[in-house]
């Protein structure tokens, strides 16, 4: 069992920066995939990034060149650094692990993100 805990959101302006942070309950080193998603209301959850244990990262062209996944091993930790937020960025952010070559995904509770002048 891996439980994750989401911090770092908040009320940003339009154009500012947000980092969101994921930390997990246990070390983990290679083998998994985890990522960030959103959730707006009245939408569905979709991803924002992702990342592997070899370091591969992906996000989907709404935040691409705005967004940055990145995973610190020391610290267990998972960030998103959001940069030139936009309103429609406002969203729950969820954490998410998948422990390779399992299908089961852990997910955080969620940290909500409201970008808004």
């Known amino acids: 069992q891996v439980q994750l805990v989401e911090s770092g959101g908040g009320l940003v302006q339009p154009g500012g920066s947000l980092r969101l942070s994921c930390a997990t309950s246990r070390s983990i080193f290679s083998g998994y995939v985890m990522g960030w998603y959103r959730q707006a209301p009245g939408k569905q959850r979709e991803l924002v990034a992702s990342?592997?244990?070899?370091?591969?990262?992906n996000y989907p062209d709404s935040v691409k060149g705005r967004f940055t996944i990145s995973k610190e091993n020391a610290k267990s930790t998972l960030y998103l650094q959001m940069n030139s937020l936009k309103p429609e960025d406002t969203a729950v952010y969820y954490c998410s692990l998948k422990l390779l070559p399992y299908e089961y995904i852990y997910w955080g509770q969620g940290t909500q993100v409201t970008v808004s002048s």
């Open positions: 990342i592997t244990g070899g370091g591969t990262t």
